[in-house]
């Protein structure tokens, strides 16, 4: 069964600190995608990879930044983190665009 | 402006119902997907469309893609508990390479 995976699905982290949020797809899919949804918001795409070492913002990169060395792993980083980056973030992975998204379970993230 | 516009953004039902989701734009897209996302857990792509007039069933899920590919329709024939969630569409602008979301239609079915 394809798979994408998040490293955590739960952290709490302090206002300030840099946070790595893991994401790894088995499908040798090309494409992969970060997310994040609050509620009244939906899907907001933060930043966006098509190939390895490479990448694009995407609506909302401020605040954010993201390392793509190996095609199956894209990490999203923040590099100081606040209390508006409180949210549920959501990697994604695709092949061809067509054919859709293969998501992760995703990661609630509370930084207090 | 929302680039896809779902409705009803709230459906609470009683189970055995039918009920029809709707996702409009006015943009052309080169496919369509619906996905269903339970409290907690990432989307699950249920259905991609990809012809102007398409229809395709899911056991009693019936989606259609609109004939000028601007907008679909998820149509559940007797909803069942399990079917609750929030229900996307997502659609691909021809060269666009990302897709687009809606912001989703939230169902309830009531036991």
Not at chain 1, 67 to 76: A, D, G, N, V
Not at chain 1, 82 to 104: H, V
Not at chain 2, 68 to 96: E, F, M, W
């Amino acid at each position: 069964d394809v798979k994408v995976t998040q490293s955590s699905r739960y952290l709490v982290k302090r206002t300030g600190e840099k946070v790595f949020l893991e994401c790894v797809q088995d499908m040798d899919h090309e494409n992969m995608f970060w997310y994040r949804q609050d509620p009244g918001l939906g899907l907001r795409l933060i930043y966006f990879s098509y190939d390895v070492k490479m990448k694009e913002k995407g609506d909302i990169p401020e605040g954010y930044s993201v390392s793509r060395e190996k095609k199956e792993r894209f990490s999203l980083i923040l590099e100081s983190a606040s209390t508006n980056q409180t949210s549920m973030y959501l990697c994604a992975s695709s092949t061809e665009m067509n054919y859709g998204y293969t998501f992760g379970s995703g990661t609630r993230l509370t930084v207090v | 402006t929302q680039l896809l516009e779902q409705s009803p953004q709230f459906l609470s039902i009683q189970e055995g119902e039918n009920l029809t989701v709707y996702c409009n734009s006015s943009s052309v897209f080169s496919s369509l997907q619906w996905y269903r996302q339970e409290p907690g857990e990432g989307p699950v792509l249920l259905v991609t469309v990809v012809t102007g007039g398409e229809v395709k069933k899911l056991k009693r899920l019936t989606f259609q893609f609109g004939d000028a590919r601007k907008d679909s329709s998820l149509h559940i024939t007797a909803a069942q508990p399990g079917d609750t969630g929030l229900y996307l569409c997502a659609g691909v602008r021809t060269n666009a390479g990302k897709s687009t979301f809606g912001d989703g239609t939230t169902l309830t079915v009531k036991p």
